[in-house]
């Protein structure tokens, strides 16, 4: 009897825990969400569909996940206790498991989760397809490392998870927020064939190239919401993508941190450029396999873009290497960075989180979407120009018949 006794009595005190510490995420989550500043407001935020039960919001570390899962709780909630944030830094997850939590948050009345830092979460995958499963009326919203699988390789949840993809800024989203415009996004087809008339009317607003160059240098991350040194902050960055993004989900022993640090910095000093597989091999002293191996994970964690022919794609050889957006090249080389390298950089950018961006066969700089071919170069005053030539021109606000203004791309999201 007393056995029982000591049984129950460990089993309330347990449970009294758990109310406590529940009560003190309740108390984080009202901090946060009252805290959240978030003056630019994302596109992605409209485009999800909040309907679905599990949502993962994917993205490059340093482009604002956890901003921007605190501000849909703002949005949607306020500090209603049906919604509640959780970030997996916590050591209470050391003890109790995913599942045990939402079981009481979910007997609580709770309606959605938000999950943070989903990554350190040892079982993450297998416990959201229990808690989908389980709790029928539980909404789950997830961030996640950009190299983490959600559907391809992910037995779990792939058939239950609705994946987005959150981007830093756009060009138009730092300039609404530079300049206090409020400037609406275009589709590609607009811009092709009303690009004159398009810029005239944000030109009558604003005038882009006043700001274009501050946001190549230091526009796409919101660290620049930030009072602290910009370019040190991007640096921190881009090591903790390869001390965790890359080794500790890769699950790649530490001592090859150095040879992907020196492949990073070769590949980025010289982007954009043809990839020379045996080469870096030899100065880093690595396997080709490896190498590509390696240049996957970096375009998985938004490092770098990788430019293929049309029809080809990984594992083939690309048949160039860019840098992922413009603030990086300047991180990495910030006297000396090239305009060419800096244009071209941009312009991928911007059209391949909704398009299709590889070679051009007509000697041009990229084809989208198999239908449109650009040049970043400015047009030639003489020479032979192929009739479907388009060219995206720097250094001038409004264009003309086949020359399109460079910024305008930074309007596509």
Same mark, same amino acid.
């Given at each position: 009897m007393l056995s029982l006794?000591?049984?129950?009595?460990?089993?309330?005190?347990?449970?009294?825990?758990?109310?406590? #510490?529940?009560?003190?995420?309740?108390?984080?989550?009202?901090? @946060?969400?009252?805290?959240?500043?978030?003056?630019?407001?994302?596109?992605?935020?409209?485009?999800?569909? !909040?309907?679905?039960?599990?949502?993962?919001?994917?993205?490059?570390?340093?482009?604002?996940?956890?901003?921007?899962?605190?501000?849909?709780a703002k949005e949607h909630f306020g500090t209603d206790r049906r919604c509640l944030y959780l970030n997996f830094n916590s050591f209470y997850f050391t003890e109790h498991t995913l599942v045990e939590f939402a079981e009481k948050f979910y007997a609580q009345g709770g309606k959605t989760l938000l999950l943070d830092q989903t990554f350190k979460y040892e079982n993450w995958s297998k416990e959201l397809r229990v808690c989908y499963d389980r709790f029928p009326q539980l909404q789950i919203v997830f961030s996640g490392s950009s190299v983490m699988r959600l559907i391809e390789g992910n037995s779990d949840i792939q058939d239950i998870v609705t994946p987005y993809n959150l981007r830093g800024f756009s060009f138009r989203e730092f300039l609404n927020h530079t300049s206090g415009t409020s400037i609406p996004s275009f589709k590609l087809d607009d811009i092709i064939n009303n690009h004159e008339q398009i810029a005239q009317d944000i030109c009558h607003q604003v005038h882009p190239l006043t700001h274009f160059q501050s946001y190549l240098h230091h526009g796409y991350y919101p660290f620049f919401l930030e009072n602290r040194n910009f370019s040190e902050n991007l640096l921190k960055t881009m090591n903790m993508v390869l001390e965790v993004d890359i080794l500790l989900i890769?699950?790649?022993?530490?001592?090859?941190?150095?040879?992907?640090?020196?492949?990073?910095?070769?590949?980025?000093?010289?982007?954009?450029?043809? @990839?020379?597989?045996?080469?870096?091999?030899?100065?880093?002293?690595?396997?080709?396999?490896?190498?590509?191996? $390696?240049?996957? $994970? @970096? *375009?998985?964690?938004?490092?770098?873009?990788?430019?293929?022919?049309?029809?080809?794609?990984?594992? #083939? #050889?690309?048949? *160039?290497? $860019?840098?992922?957006?413009?603030?990086?090249?300047?991180?990495?080389?910030?006297?000396?960075?090239?305009?060419?390298?800096?244009?071209?950089?941009?312009?991928?950018?911007s059209l391949h989180s909704r398009h299709k961006v590889n070679t051009s066969k007509y000697h041009l700089d990229f084809c989208i979407d198999q239908q449109y071919h650009f040049s970043c170069d400015n047009k030639p005053e003489s020479g032979k120009i192929h009739s479907r030539a388009l060219f995206a021109i720097d250094?001038?606000?409004?264009?003309?018949?086949?020359?399109?203004?460079? !910024?305008?791309?930074?309007? @596509? $999201?």
């Open positions: 006794h000591c049984k129950n009595g460990f089993l309330l005190l347990l449970l009294q825990q758990i109310k406590v #510490k529940m009560e003190a995420f309740f108390k984080t989550h009202t901090y @946060l969400v009252e805290h959240v500043h978030s003056p630019v407001r994302r596109m992605l935020m409209d485009e999800i569909d !909040w309907t679905h039960r599990l949502i993962g919001i994917k993205g490059g570390r340093g482009v604002g996940k956890t901003t921007f899962l605190l501000q849909f890769k699950q790649i022993e530490l001592k090859y941190l150095s040879k992907i640090r020196k492949l990073v910095y070769m590949l980025m000093y010289t982007a954009p450029s043809a @990839l020379n597989v045996s080469q870096l091999s030899k100065e880093i002293e690595i396997s080709r396999a490896t190498i590509m191996n $390696y240049i996957k $994970y @970096l *375009q998985d964690a938004r490092l770098l873009n990788l430019l293929y022919t049309i029809g080809d794609e990984f594992p #083939k #050889k690309p048949n *160039q290497i $860019y840098v992922h957006n413009t603030n990086l090249l300047h991180a990495i080389n910030p006297e000396n960075v090239d305009r060419k390298a800096e244009r071209k950089t941009f312009f991928y950018n250094d001038i606000e409004i264009g003309s018949k086949n020359e399109i203004p460079l !910024w305008l791309f930074g309007f @596509l $999201y």
